[in-house]
Structures are given as C-alpha cells and as structure tokens.
C-alpha cells in the first residue's frame, strides 16, 4: 500500500509542475503583446499620458516576474485581478458562470458515462456482426460532426418543428432544480452525443482486448456462462481501461463545452472566454484559460491514478 | 393509418421475411430491428418520423450505390497494384474516397462551378431558394450555394496547410529525437508533453487573443497545437526502426543522419505516418471550423464553412435547414477522411479484432 501512496503522490507532484509551467505559459504569452497590455487596450492613437495612466493602474511598471508571483498567488486564492473593460473583479464574474458550467458537465457525464459503458460492453459482445457496424459508423459520424452542427440539428428538430425543449438554455438565477434540468437539456444531450460515441469506442476496443486474451478463452471453454465471464473474468481486469476512458472523455467535455455553450447561449464560463477573446480582454482570457487547463490535467491525472489503482502491474514498474 | 404506413411497415416485413427465407442472417436483423425501431419511434413521432426514416435509408442507399459503383470505376482505372488494394476496400472506404475526390474537385474549380462569386451581394437578405439561387440567400443577400463551393477551397485548403505544417515540423523533430535521442529528444518530449496538456481549443484561444486573427496566425498557432501528436507518434514509430541491425551497418559505414532519416527510416515509417495524416487533418479541421463557427477563423467576407453557421443561425429558429449545409459539409469530409484512414490501419497493421 506504501508503494501505492508514493506513486501517487509522485504522479501528483508532476501534475503541480506541469500546471506551474503551464501558468508561466499563460501569464508570459500577454507579455509577447507588440507593446504591452496598455499599449493593445488603449490602441495606436493613445496619448502618452493615458497610456502612462494605464499603465500605473494595471501594475505594469513593476517587472513581470513580480507580476507573475502577485497573478499566481492571487489566483490560488480565486482572485484574477480585475477585467480590462468592465472593471469588476474577474472572481466574481467567473465565480457563477463556473457553478454553470459545472453544473452542464457533470448534468452530461451523468447521463453519458453510464450509457456509453453499458452500450460499449453491449458492443464489443456483439463485434463484427451488423449491429457493431452501424454502431461503428454512427458513433465515427457523431464524432466527425463538429459540436455546433450536432447542437443545431437538435435545436432544429426538438426546440422549433416540436417545441419540446427551449432552444436557448437560459437558466435563471431561482430556478429550480428540475427547471434547471429541462432548460438545459439540449446543450446537454449535444455533449452526451459527442461523449458517448468517443466513450463507446474506447469502451469497445479495451472490451474487445480483453475478450481476446486466453484465460478468457479458458474461462469459455471450461462451461462458465457468458454473462458470468463478462463480470468476474472480464470486469475486473476491464476497469483500468474504463477508468481511463471515462477521464480522458471528461477532460474532452472541457473542451465540448465551449462551443455548445456558444450555440446555445448558456451563460457559462465558456462563453464568458469566447467574448473576452473577442475584445482582447486579457485578465479574463487569463483566468478561464488556467481553470480549463487546471481541470484538464486534473482530469487527466485522476486516469492515471485510477489506473495505479485498479492494476497491480502499474505498481511495480520494471 | 394513411397508406403510406401502411405501405411502409410492408415493404420492411416483407423485406425482413425474404432476407429470413434466403438465410441472410445479418440482412435478416439489420432489417427486422429497423421494424421494431419504426414502431417506437413511429408511436412518438407519427408519421414525419417514418417519412425521415424513409428519407435517411434512401440517402444510405444511395451513397452505397455510389460507392461500390466508384469502387468498381477505381479498380479498373487504376494500375494493377492498387486495383487489387481497391478491390478488397470496405464500401465506407471507397465511399470516402468519393467524397474527398468530389471536395477536391470542388476546392479546385470552385470560380467555374460556383455561379457568383464569393462576396458578391446579388438578391435582399435570407431571400427563398428560387432558380437563380439554388439554396437562397445568406443574411447579406450572398448566393449560399457559390459561397459552399469557395468554402471548400478556403476552410479546406487553410485546414490543409495547417496540417503540412504540424506534419513537416513534428515528423522532423520526431525523427531527429529518435536518431539523436539525449537532450533533444529530452527538451522536445517535455515540450510536447506541456503542450499536450493544455486542451487545444483553449490553447488556440489564448494565442488568438493575443496574436489577433490573420492567416498566418491561425495556420502557424494551430500547427504548433497539433504537431506534438505527430511528434510523439514519429518518435516510437522510428524509435522501433533505429534498433534494427540495418540502420547500425548503415551508420557505421559512416551515413550521416540526413541520409539515415531520409533512405533508411523515413520509407519503413511511412504507413502509421500517412494514417496519422489523415486523423491529424480530421483535428485540425474540425478546430478550425470551430474556430471560424465562434468567429475567430477566416475573416469575412471570404466564404467558409464555420462562419457562415454561426452567420445564418437566425434561419433555424424559423426551421431552415440551409445554415446547416455548410455543417454538414464539415461533418462530412471528416467522416469521409476518417472512414478511409480506418481502411488504411487496418491494411497496414492487418488487425482483425
């Protein structure tokens, strides 16, 4: 067990640095800016005294390793600084539309990570008959379409010919909870498809890797029913790759999550970015990118640990 | 129950009934739960449901019609070698090639196909499809269909340099990490791995916003994106080439690494390489569409694919299939490109799973 805990902590402590240097990243790409931050907000035709002005309230005249330090410790703390065109605090307006956020994603894995693995399982027992074919074909069509066209059709179909569902997920600030769910139920199912399909896929290949090796073989020939090879023969050993399958499709819906938000205006913290990129407010695109990257390489390295976890031979690296 | 269902619900168990008496096993399901699907979904959605259902099974059908038609076509115009690869090609696969070839065609010629130019304003804003303008006109009054066509040449090609880009730069790197291996490989793995670990959308965004949106930044941003998949794939696949006893005799008659990468590991590389290609073009384009789709990509008024989706989205809310063309468009090449490089691992690993 000792064994384990040091591996883990080892895997951690790499996370930490890949995300130290990936703050440096993003902290140091605004200072490649043609001129500086002032210089980019207050454009070409600014005068020296107002960029001068700026400049004293933005901080820019310390040196930007300082800079970096008081950005880094504020930001652990959940303070970015404050936005270049509003003026209000980053935290607070980042703060909600992250709950948002969350709240859409995990609304998405809870009805996608189930699904996917049963229908995976379901899959890889049916490999290379028809079904397996066209289940091939649609999950590699739902992957192909770009986010937008799949949230569109949706929109097409079950908000405007039947008017089932809203087809802008506005979520009001009392809703409740189960309004909260049908409001958003569109922008959910459209990552739901997305999701499903990559989770499918894996979900199918580690199955069917398995299923190939002999003790499984073993397991047939000597009279055990299927459904039992499946959960005490093929299971355990399955969850390593399940495991992994599910974090890594999780991480993806980081990704997913922008432009479903986008397409159906959902005032989450993906929308938020896309109209801070747009008017080049910095402290903004800042914040959203380091909580994007921070739940990516979190995401990522719960896989890794899940997979220590669930495989014995991880633990003992030759 | 207009005759319609009725004609429809016989026709499918009439159909089923002789792939059951022939002992078409697979034809038998395929066909028997397509019945069974229809009685749920025809009970929620009626009748528009089952027409829908009709509607896709002829556009399956005659996309399958189509390819095993080009397959046939390929195989005989084609030299003898890759007549017999044709040959044995799954339908997808050659359906596939139709599309890209089609898209080719149409990137190609697009000033000859396309009845209007790109920009040019011709008819009121959101006018109906009508004879002149085959699909209607975008929210300034631009020809749809003329603004599709040139959209294959400027998403596709831009999606294309990108991806020669991601290629040239990760497959050199790769291929020198291998060779040289130590601190070069070293620096550029760490790199990767750092790159890698940032989710690509939100990477781009980042660069976006502070490079601003031209061409060129778009091209080179989202090649430094991509290119450390094709590092990483480079590197193992020449990293198993490097061992082999030919390479040593090579290098100790005193071949230098130019001539080791070029004549010795870069043509035993090739296949993984080529299908990564494919899948590369795949990300790269589908990051690209979402970036023109969120207004970041090509700028207006030159036509492309993502933009004009999020420019005509106003259609659907008055249930207007046309803004969804141009997406489809994107689904489709990528579909395509993936059915095909899905022929081209399995040829090449000879896996059968």
């Known amino acids: 067990m000792n064994d384990v805990f040091k591996l883990v902590l080892k895997r951690l402590g790499l996370g930490v640095l890949t995300l130290l240097v990936i703050s440096v990243l993003i902290f140091f790409a605004v200072e490649l800016l043609p001129g500086d931050i002032a210089q980019a907000v207050l454009g070409q035709s600014a005068t020296p005294e107002n960029l001068a002005a700026l400049r004293e309230q933005l901080g820019l005249n310390v040196p930007a390793p300082v800079r970096y330090f008081h950005w880094l410790t504020g930001a652990i703390q959940g303070d970015f600084g404050t936005s270049l065109i509003t003026g209000d605090r980053v935290g607070s307006t980042i703060g909600p539309r992250l709950l948002n956020t969350l709240f859409l994603a995990s609304y998405a894995a809870v009805i996608a990570v189930p699904a996917a693995i049963l229908l995976g399982i379901f899959v890889a027992l049916l490999r290379n008959t028809i079904f397996d074919r066209v289940a091939n074909v649609l999950t590699l069509t739902a992957i192909s379409s770009p986010e937008f066209f799949l949230g569109y059709i949706l929109i097409l179909y079950l908000a405007v010919k039947t008017g089932w569902f809203p087809a802008i997920a506005s979520i009001g600030r009392n809703a409740d909870f189960s309004t909260m769910l049908y409001n958003s139920f569109l922008p959910a199912l459209t990552m739901v498809l997305v999701v499903m399909a990559h989770m499918m896929r894996m979900t199918r290949a580690a199955i069917i890797n398995l299923l190939a090796s002999p003790y499984i073989e073993m397991a047939r020939l000597k009279g055990v029913p299927a459904w039992r090879v499946i959960v005490h023969h093929a299971l355990p050993n399955a969850w390593a790759p399940i495991i992994n399958v599910v974090a890594l499709n999780l991480a993806y819906l980081i990704t997913g999550v922008v432009l479903v938000e986008v397409v159906f205006v959902y005032p989450g913290v993906g929308q938020l970015l896309v109209d801070a990129v747009a008017k080049r407010d910095f402290p903004i695109v800042q914040a959203c990118c380091l909580i994007f990257a921070a739940t990516f390489i979190l995401l990522n390295l719960a896989a890794d640990v899940g997979a220590i976890l669930t495989n014995p031979r991880l633990r003992h690296p030759k | ?353």
């Open chain 2, 1 to 353: 129950m207009s005759t319609f269902v009725i004609g429809y619900y016989a026709a499918l168990i009439a159909a089923s009934c002789l792939a059951a008496y022939f002992k078409k096993r697979e034809a038998f399901l395929l066909l028997f739960s397509l019945t069974l699907a229809s009685f749920v979904l025809g009970l929620i959605g009626g009748r528009p449901a089952l027409n829908t259902i009709t509607v896709a099974a002829a556009v399956i059908a005659l996309a399958a019609g189509t390819a095993y038609a080009w397959r046939e076509f390929l195989a005989i115009l084609l030299p003898r070698e890759l007549a017999k690869a044709i040959r044995t090609a799954p339908l997808t696969a050659s359906f596939g090639l139709f599309v890209i070839f089609t898209y080719a065609v149409m990137g190609i010629f697009a000033p000859v196909i396309a009845p209007f130019g790109e920009a040019e304003v011709i008819a009121g804003a959101f006018d109906p499809p009508s004879e002149a303008l085959l699909l209607g006109a975008d929210q300034l009054g631009r020809d749809m269909f003329s603004r599709i066509v040139y959209g294959a040449r400027n998403t596709v090609g831009l999606a294309l340099a990108a991806t020669l880009l991601a290629f040239f730069v990760g497959a050199i790197a790769g291929l020198f990490a291998a060779v040289k291996q130590g601190w070069f490989d070293q620096i550029m793995g760490r790199g990767a791995d750092v790159i890698m670990s940032i989710p690509s959308l939100i990477f781009a965004l980042l660069m976006l916003s502070i490079f601003g949106t031209n061409l060129m930044v778009i091209v080179v941003v989202v090649a430094i994106i991509y290119s450390p998949r094709v590092f990483r794939l480079s590197r193992a696949v020449a990293g198993n080439v490097v061992v082999m006893d030919y390479i040593e005799a090579a290098s100790l008659r005193g071949e230098g690494t130019g001539y080791l990468i070029r004549k010795e590991i870069l043509p035993n590389s090739m296949a993984p390489l080529i299908a990564e290609f494919g899948l590369e073009f795949c990300f790269v384009f589908l990051l690209m569409a979402g970036l023109s789709f969120l207004g970041l990509g090509i700028q207006p008024p030159t036509a492309d694919w993502g933009s004009m989706v999020r420019e005509n989205a106003l259609l659907i809310t008055f249930g207007e299939i046309t803004p969804l063309i141009p997406a489809a468009a994107i689904a489709l090449l990528t579909v395509a490109v993936n059915f095909v490089v899905d022929w081209m691992l399995f040829r090449s690993s000879g896996l059968k799973d």
